[in-house]
C-alpha cells in the first residue's frame, strides 16, 4: 500500500525550532519530487516546499524563506522539513504530499497524487 | 505569481442536485497544470481531477472537470451525502512551486 506517515509536531515557542518527518513506504521514494503542504486552522491549504528526486532542486513559499529547510534521505524513504525561528503564523496542519509530473502528447502534467494524515505544529508561548 | 480565485465560498445543496464550482487564475494556466482536490474534515486533501478533466484513479465519474486558460470548473453532477466537503483547485507555476485556491465550501442545503 503506498503511504505516507508524518510525525514530529507538537508545541514550540516562537523563536524556537521543530523538524518534521515524512516515512513513505510502498512505492519507490527515489523517483518522486516531494513536497510539504500546509494548513492553518479553518484556513486553505498552502503549498511549503518541495525537493526534486536526488536533492539537487529545492523551491519554497516565499513566507518560509530561510527559516524552513526541506530534505530528503532516500535510502531511508524519509522526506523532512527543518523549521526554524517560528512564529505564530506557522501554526498548523502539515501535510507531506507525493508529487507526479508526466508527459505525454507533448503536455507535462503535474498534480499530488498521495497525501499524509498530516502532524500539527503549534506555535505559542 | 498566478492568483487562483475560487467561487462561489460557500455551495449549499441538497444530495441529489448538481454542484458547479469554479476557479479562476489571474493569468492564463496551462491546462495540464490544473488539478482539483477534495477535503472532508480532519481528513486530508484527495485528488480528484488532474489536468483539467482527468478524474484521478477511483474517482466516480460524477465528478468532471472542465476549462481552460484562466477559467475551470468542476462539476458534481449528483451530489452524494458523501460529497459534501471542501474542494480545491490547484496549479503547478514557474520555478517549480504550487498554489492553491481558497476553497469552496459545499454543504447540505
Known amino acids: 500500500e503506498v503511504q505516507l506517515v508524518e510525525s514530529g509536531g507538537g508545541l514550540v515557542q516562537p523563536g524556537g525550532s521543530l523538524r518534521l518527518s515524512c516515512a513513505a513506504s510502498?512505492?519507490?521514494?527515489?523517483?518522486?519530487?516531494m513536497s510539504w503542504v500546509r494548513q492553518a486552522p479553518g484556513k486553505g491549504l498552502e503549498w511549503v516546499a518541495n525537493?526534486?528526486?536526488?536533492?539537487?532542486?529545492?523551491y519554497y513559499v516565499d513566507s518560509v524563506k530561510g527559516r524552513f529547510t526541506i530534505s530528503r534521505d532516500n535510502a531511508k524513504n524519509s522526506l523532512y522539513l527543518q523549521m526554524n525561528s517560528l512564529r505564530a503564523e506557522d501554526t498548523a496542519v502539515y501535510y507531506c504530499?507525493?508529487?507526479?509530473?508526466?508527459?505525454?502528447?507533448?503536455?507535462?502534467?503535474?498534480?499530488?497524487?498521495?497525501w499524509g494524515k498530516g502532524t500539527t505544529v503549534t506555535v505559542s508561548s | 505569481e498566478i492568483v487562483l480565485t475560487q467561487s462561489p465560498g460557500t455551495l449549499s445543496l441538497s444530495p441529489g442536485e448538481r454542484a458547479t464550482l469554479s476557479c479562476r487564475a489571474s493569468?492564463?494556466?496551462?491546462?495540464?497544470?490544473l488539478a482539483w482536490y477534495q477535503q472532508k474534515p480532519g481528513q486530508a486533501p484527495r485528488l480528484l481531477i488532474y489536468?483539467?478533466?482527468s478524474r484521478a484513479t477511483g474517482i466516480p465519474d460524477r465528478f468532471s472537470g472542465s476549462g481552460s486558460g484562466t477559467d475551470f470548473t468542476l462539476t458534481i453532477s449528483r451530489l452524494e451525502p458523501e460529497d459534501f466537503a471542501v474542494y480545491y483547485c490547484?496549479?503547478?507555476?514557474?520555478?517549480?512551486?504550487?498554489?492553491f485556491g481558497p476553497g469552496t465550501k459545499v454543504d447540505i442545503k
Open positions: 504530499a507525493r508529487e507526479v509530473s508526466w508527459y505525454m502528447n507533448y503536455y507535462y502534467y503535474y498534480y499530488m497524487d498521495v
Open positions: 510502498g512505492f519507490t521514494f527515489s523517483s518522486y519530487w
Open positions: 525537493i526534486k528526486q536526488d536533492g539537487s532542486e529545492k
Open positions: 493569468q492564463s494556466v496551462s491546462s495540464s497544470y
Open positions: 489536468g483539467a478533466s
Open positions: 490547484q496549479q503547478y507555476g514557474s520555478s517549480s512551486i504550487f498554489t
